[in-house]
């Protein structure tokens, strides 16, 4: 599905790429309400401290490591971003937050059975400095992912499994402000949507026609 697009005189406006000296004249100034990002910064963490995981297998074959799926990163709180303005850095301030990880792990079996260890939780602490014009206005953002790196299945006394995270995470101080910025008026009404078709006719009648023609040898073998 394409955006509809807005005929402005003899230009289409529509979102998307924009080729270089192709931008058309603006229409109006509008102004906008929006959250405006004034600092952000990027990490990458490497969770080899996660406790070994306990479990029962649940066959008398040896349980081996299969994978760590369903990783979801959350910001803990209360207490959530705590932010303290540094007196000698005027619009700085310390960051500080504490990011919850749950994860599940899956454990493989030699005549293919699997077993999921759901609900693991493991947690991280950020101390960061970031530029917070007003920390009493400030909205503070994070965007962050998982990755299962490493894991290995011990047997003995106890059979754990030992796993290693890695968290890519993206932190921001933003503000809501109302920008100036040039317009192209409000958007078109939007075109209908596409029915996701379940009937097979309907399927066959959108398919392109075959040709019936053989091809033709344009040159000799």
């Known amino acids: 599905m394409a955006f509809t697009r807005k005929v402005l005189g003899q230009q289409e406006i529509v979102p998307g790429p924009v080729q270089p000296g192709q931008l058309p004249e603006p229409t109006e100034i509008a102004c906008i309400e929006v959250t405006?990002?004034?600092?952000?910064?990027?990490?990458?963490?490497?969770?080899?401290?996660?406790?070994?995981?306990?479990f029962v297998p649940i066959t008398t074959l040896t349980p081996t490591f299969g994978e760590i799926t369903n990783?979801?990163?959350s910001l803990v709180e209360p207490p959530g971003f705590v932010i303290t303005p540094i007196t000698e850095r005027p619009g700085f301030a310390r960051v500080e937050a504490t990011f919850?990880?749950?994860?599940?792990v899956?454990?493989?079996y030699p005549d293919g059975t699997t077993q999921t260890l759901p609900g693991n939780i493991t947690t991280f602490s950020k101390d960061i400095v970031l530029y917070v014009p007003d920390p009493n206005v400030a909205i503070m953002k994070y965007e962050a992912m998982g990755e299962g790196l490493y894991g290995k299945v011990n047997v003995?006394?106890?059979?754990?499994?030992?796993?290693?995270?890695?968290?890519?995470i993206i932190i921001k101080s933003a503000v809501d402000v109302q920008l100036l910025?040039?317009?192209?008026?409000?958007?078109?009404?939007p075109a209908a949507c596409e029915e996701f078709a379940t009937d097979v006719c309907e399927i066959f009648y959108k398919?392109?026609?075959p040709t019936f023609e053989p091809p033709q040898m344009y040159q000799n073998p």
């Open 156 to 168: 003995g006394v106890t059979t754990t499994v030992e796993v290693i995270i890695g968290v890519w």
């Open 207 to 209: 398919k392109p026609f």
């Open 100 to 104: 919850q990880v749950t994860f599940d």
């Open 106 to 108: 899956v454990i493989n």
């Open 71 to 73: 990783i979801k990163i």
């Open 181 to 189: 910025v040039p317009s192209y008026g409000f958007c078109p009404t």
């Open 36 to 54: 405006k990002i004034y600092d952000a910064c990027s990490q990458r963490l490497c969770l080899d401290n996660i406790p070994p995981i306990t």
